[in-house]
């Protein structure tokens, strides 16, 4: 069983919105801080926002302003409301799950988002 799942992506125009949501099954979801990370053809993978277990958030600064990270502890999911898209946000983007002790980390299958006219 993957323990995380994202849904969501798809192909957008500049100025346009998407969600993403991750699922998360088979973990103490709450325990964990969550992040999204993307990863453009040819560059590494770059991470774009994180919240903690209490909800702390913070954001690379490419996405400030036009992305908000939220999770919902009742459904075990992590959402990222993408708005304002450019295309240069294209890239597949994964959902990651964090823990310390122990250290526990998981990646999800990555869900591809496409920003052209």
């Known amino acids: 069983q993957v323990p995380l799942v994202e849904s969501g992506g798809g192909l957008v125009q500049p100025g346009g919105s998407l969600r993403l949501s991750c699922a998360a099954s088979?973990?103490?979801?709450?325990?964990?801080?969550m992040a999204w990370y993307r990863q453009a053809p040819g560059q590494q993978r770059e991470l774009v926002a994180t919240?903690?277990?209490?909800?702390?958030?913070n954001y690379v600064d490419s996405v400030k302003g036009r992305f908000t990270i939220s999770r919902d502890d009742a459904k075990n999911t992590v959402s990222l409301q993408m708005n304002s898209l450019k295309p240069e946000d294209t890239a597949v983007y994964f959902c990651y799950a964090e823990r310390s002790r122990p250290r526990l980390t998981y990646w999800g299958q990555g869900t591809q988002v496409t920003v052209s006219s």
């Open positions: 088979g973990i103490r979801f709450s325990m964990y801080a």
């Open positions: 919240i903690t277990s209490v909800g702390s958030t």
